[in-house]
C-alpha cells in the first residue's frame, strides 16, 4: 500500500481528487492537511470534512496556514463559488478538524515515516514552505511530492502566465522548489482541451446516479461556466483531479522534462509564472520534473471509475 498526505486549498476540484484517493485500492491516506487559497482556510477545512464524511473515509484533517507568507489572500470564489462547492452549501461535517496544527502535524509524520509517504499539494504552498523553513531535513523524508501547479506552457489561468496555486503564494512555491525534495509538477494546463470533461463524459459521470458521481459534478457548476466562459475550454476542466491521477497512476503521463524550475515573484506582470528551462539554457542542475502531456481517455477512465465506486 502507498501512503499519501493530501495538502488543499478544498473547493470543487480538491474535492473529486479526493475522492478518487479515497477510491485507489492501493492507497492510504494518512492525513489532509489545509491551507487558505481558494476559499479561507476554515472554509477548505469545512469542505475537506464533508468530501471525506460523503466517502465514509476516516481521515485526520490539520488545519494550517491561513494566508500566504508575505502577500494578502486571494480566493477563487469567481470560479468555486462563494463556499468553494459551487455555492451548494453542503451541511456541515459532523466530524472536527485536529487539534495539532498542519505545519508540526506534516514534520512529524514524515520524520516518523522517513522516505515512506508520497506528498499530494493541490493549493498553494504555502504549508509545505513553512514546514521547510522550519524543518530543511523534511525534504528528504518525503518519498515523492506531485505539485499541482504552474503552466509548463505559459499558459495561465489567473494572470497570461501564472497559475493560480503558485501565483498565490508565489515565494512559498520558491522556497519548495528550492528544497532539494524529489518533485513532479502538473500545470493546470493538463485538464484542459481533450482533458475537459465534455457534456457526454459529464453525462455518463452522472448516470453513475450515486452520491459521489452527482457531488463531483454539482459542486464543480461554477467552475465548468467558468472554464468555458472565462478561460474558452470546450468543458469542465479538473486540474487538481488530473494531478491526483497522475500522482496515482504515473503511466497516465505520456511526457515530462527532467529540468530546472523556477519561481517569478518580483515582477507584478509575471508574478507566479513557472519558468521552466525545458532547453537547458541556463545550465542551471535539474530540480524538478514536469509533466507535459498526459493519457486524456486513461484519466477520464481513472476518474469515472473511483466515481463508480
Not at 56 to 77: H, K, L, N
Not at 106 to 132: H, K, M, S, W, Y
Not at 169 to 184: C, F, I, N, Y
Not at 251 to 275: K, L, N, Q, Y
Request: charged letters at 20%; one cysteine or more; a negative charge.
Amino acid at each position: 500500500m502507498r501512503h499519501l498526505i493530501i495538502d488543499t486549498d478544498t473547493a470543487s476540484d480538491d474535492a473529486v481528487a479526493i475522492m478518487m484517493a479515497v477510491a485507489a485500492n492501493n492507497v492510504t491516506i494518512d492525513a489532509l492537511t489545509i491551507v487558505a487559497g481558494n476559499v479561507s482556510m476554515p472554509q477548505a477545512s469545512i469542505n475537506a470534512r464533508y468530501t471525506l464524511e460523503l466517502c465514509q473515509a476516516d481521515v485526520p484533517v490539520y488545519e494550517g496556514c491561513d494566508r500566504p507568507w508575505t502577500r494578502p489572500a486571494s480566493t477563487a470564489d469567481w470560479f468555486h463559488g462563494d463556499d468553494g462547492m459551487g455555492n451548494m452549501h453542503y451541511p456541515a461535517p459532523g466530524r472536527a478538524a485536529e487539534q495539532e496544527h498542519a505545519v508540526p502535524a506534516l514534520i512529524r509524520r514524515f520524520r516518523e515515516a522517513p522516505g515512506q509517504i508520497d506528498l499530494v499539494t493541490l493549493g498553494p504552498l504555502t504549508n509545505i514552505a513553512t514546514a521547510l523553513s522550519i524543518e530543511p531535513r523534511m525534504a528528504q523524508w518525503v518519498n515523492h511530492c506531485y505539485i499541482m501547479g504552474g503552466a509548463a506552457a505559459t499558459l495561465g489561468n489567473v494572470t497570461p502566465a501564472a497559475e493560480y496555486n503558485l501565483w498565490c503564494d508565489p515565494e512559498a512555491a520558491k522556497r519548495v522548489l528550492h528544497s532539494g525534495m524529489t518533485m513532479t509538477l502538473l500545470g493546470w494546463e493538463l485538464s484542459c482541451g481533450d482533458a475537459a470533461l465534455s457534456d457526454a463524459d459529464m453525462n455518463c459521470i452522472m448516470a453513475l446516479d450515486n452520491d459521489r458521481a452527482r457531488t463531483a459534478m454539482e459542486c464543480n457548476r461554477m467552475a465548468l461556466e467558468a472554464s468555458r466562459n472565462l478561460q474558452a475550454q470546450s468543458g469542465m476542466a479538473l486540474a487538481d483531479p488530473v494531478a491526483m491521477a497522475v500522482a496515482l497512476d504515473a503511466s497516465i503521463a505520456t511526457e515530462h522534462c527532467h529540468c530546472f524550475v523556477d519561481m517569478e515573484t518580483s515582477s507584478e506582470m509575471t508574478r507566479g509564472m513557472s519558468v521552466v528551462d525545458r532547453n537547458h539554457v541556463l545550465k542551471a542542475e535539474p530540480n524538478a520534473t514536469v509533466c507535459l502531456a498526459i493519457d486524456a481517455a486513461r484519466w477520464k477512465h481513472q476518474l469515472m471509475t473511483a466515481l463508480s465506486r
